[in-house]
């Protein structure tokens, strides 16, 4: 296994040897040998298992065109940039991931860094001056949402991937009863009776441990905590695969933070859930997630098991990111900032980019973008200290990363029924299933 440098000689010595090594690969290139990526059998049966008991407990069939044994999320090379008229920003430039049934990824990296664009480009819950470029792929149950009309990606959009925002607790309408709320989209979306709908609701509350009796309540009449379990029983509503929470927490107090991490872990375990948690705080990824995925201007500049990451950290700026985050265990004086600010995306650094705040940064990291290399711990990295068959590297493409098995989701209490809607089929109305 790769050990991390330990003090700037041994760093010195790594970085020569990693530029050494690159430009051999840089001379060999086109000829480099093709390194088989690991498979590891065990992890695709047990995907494989996890997936038929998830999908076996889902309320609704799957989408008419969804391939049944496709990965649950796949996203490849996505690129999502805004136009400016002083330019295109490059928010997200090349982003590739997959997110496998009942399995919790969480995305950290600086503010600016494009985790928010990302989640949204998932949904298309985009501005109107943001584009989608050609080559990018987005696939929930193996089709393609990208070409997807609007009118089509409304069979997705909360009804198999659902978002709760930052502060989505202040987006409720003071006027209307919660449990009228949380009804509302099942009523329009799955085309259910109100009564359905009301029934559903109040078992959706009590799912989120607030009592049927307070669907009655107006949001000024509820605690914080309470107005953001009502938003994540709003996303719950039509029964997604998966829920993208985008600082889900940040405006809690620690005790109600603790409390609503709790049930997103209780709900995925339950319910199958596959969960997307977008924070700052390490610390909630540390406790919640399966995997991280570390974005630095745009791009990935680590992803893994979480278990990993956080004690093996190989990307220098992840290795800072970490430095930087408090530590209950840690001294305070110790805390390292990252020096300088991440790039402005409408023309960022050329090769690495994050070579200009980069303690390790040669002179290959200010000309050539790094690739990406997975090691046979399921780390995968974009940095130039980290070379293709070095240490049981492999050099991977974006097709690569979403191709593999490498993460077990874990699945317990698999006898945990869905929220109880007994006799709700799946609901007819006309463009549900295109
Ligand atoms: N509508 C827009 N027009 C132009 N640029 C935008 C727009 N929305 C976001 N950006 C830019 O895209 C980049 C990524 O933004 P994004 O909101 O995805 O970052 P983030 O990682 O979620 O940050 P934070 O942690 O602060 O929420 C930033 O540089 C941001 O300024
Ligand atoms: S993080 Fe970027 S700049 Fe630093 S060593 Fe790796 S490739 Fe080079
Ligand atoms: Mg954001």
Wanted: net charge negative; hydrophobic share 40%; glycine share 8%.
């Amino acid at each position: 296994m790769m050990r991390m440098p330990t003090g700037p000689g041994e760093t010195g010595k790594v970085m020569e040897d990693a530029e050494q090594e690159a430009a051999r690969r840089a001379a060999e290139a086109g000829q480099e040998a093709v390194v088989e990526a690991p498979v590891d059998s065990e992890a695709i049966e047990a995907a494989a298992a996890a997936r038929a008991l998830i999908r076996g407990r889902r309320q609704w069939p799957l989408p008419k065109q969804a391939d049944p044994t496709a990965p649950l999320l796949t996203v490849e090379n996505l690129r999502t940039h805004f136009k400016l008229e002083s330019g295109w920003v490059k928010a997200v430039d090349g982003v590739s991931f997959r997110l496998d049934d009942g399995e919790a990824l969480g995305l950290a990296g600086e503010s600016g860094c494009g985790k928010t664009t990302t989640a949204l480009s998932l949904v298309r819950l985009l501005p109107s001056n943001a584009r989608i470029r050609k080559g990018s792929s987005i696939d929930l149950f193996g089709i393609d949402l990208v070409p997807k009309t609007e009118d089509q990606l409304r069979r997705y959009r909360w009804r198999e991937i659902s978002i709760v925002f930052q502060g989505a607790m202040n987006a409720l309408n003071p006027v209307r009863r919660i449990g009228e709320q949380i009804a509302e989209p099942i009523e329009v979306r799955l085309g259910l009776t109100q009564d359905v709908a009301r029934k559903r609701a109040a078992e959706l509350l009590e799912l989120v441990g607030i009592p049927r009796q307070r669907a009655a309540a107006y949001p000024h009449e509820l605690s914080g905590g309470m107005r953001q379990r009502t938003m994540i029983a709003m996303a719950l509503a039509c029964d997604p695969a998966i829920v993208i929470g985008d600082e889900p927490t940040t405006a809690l107090d620690v005790m109600v933070q603790a409390q609503i991490l709790e049930l997103l872990e209780r709900l995925r375990r339950d319910l199958g859930l596959s969960l997307i948690l977008i924070t700052h705080d390490l610390s909630v990824i540390a406790e919640t997630c399966d995997k991280t995925l570390i974005m630095y201007a745009g791009k990935v500049a680590e992803e893994g098991p979480v278990s990993r990451i956080f004690t093996a950290p190989r990307h220098p700026y992840t290795q800072k990111l970490l430095g930087a985050f408090p530590n209950i265990h840690a001294d305070r004086r110790s805390l390292e900032t990252i020096p300088g600010s991440p790039p402005d995306l409408r023309n960022p650094p050329a090769g690495c980019r994050f070579n200009p705040r980069c303690p390790a940064a040669m002179d290959i990291c200010r000309e050539v973008e790094p690739p990406e290399v997975v090691y046979p711990d399921g780390v995968r990295v974009a940095c130039h200290l980290h070379v293709a068959g070095r240490d049981g590297a492999v050099g991977v493409t974006s097709a690569d990363v979403v191709g593999w098995h490498r993460q077990l989701p874990v699945i317990e209490a698999p006898g945990v029924p869905a929220v109880a809607s007994a006799g709700v089929a799946e609901p007819p109305g006309p463009g549900s299933q295109p």
